[in-house]
């Protein structure tokens, strides 16, 4: 079982900059593929970045291309998202997510353990 840890979270106004970080337990933490995904209120939880397990490779919700930046440090079990020029609309709570059984994805489904989440508010 693979317990995942967020932080970074809050309150930014629109342009500004967030560093999210997932903390994860283990020793296997450099062989699991990861990623964040968002949940806004009343709207179904959404995909936002996914980096594979060698920090290599690495894919993007077309709403945060160019803007946010996903990462991991496998000596420290840390996953990382940079999140600059902060929109209004990236207001939601985000979860970080690993994926053991694949190299990197998109996909909710091949994701097997989840944080608690992490709240991020963007005001206008």
């Known amino acids: 079982q693979v317990q995942l840890v967020e932080s970074g979270g809050g309150s930014v106004q629109a342009g500004g900059s967030l560093r999210l970080s997932c903390v994860a337990s283990g020793s296997a933490f450099s062989t699991y593929a990861m990623g964040w995904f968002r949940q806004a209120p009343g709207k179904e939880r959404e995909f936002v970045a996914t980096?594979?397990?060698?920090?290599?490779?690495?894919i993007y919700a077309e709403s945060v291309k160019g803007r946010f930046t996903i990462s991991k440090v496998n000596a420290k079990n840390t996953l990382y998202l940079q999140m600059n020029s902060l929109k209004p609309e990236d207001t939601a709570v985000y979860y970080c997510?690993?994926?053991?059984?694949?190299?990197?994805?998109?996909?909710?489904?091949?994701?097997?353990?989840w944080g608690q989440g992490t709240q991020v508010t963007v005001s206008s």
């Open positions: 980096v594979s397990r060698t920090n290599i490779n690495t």
């Open positions: 997510a690993a994926a053991p059984r694949s190299y990197y994805s998109s996909r909710f489904d091949d994701y097997d353990y």
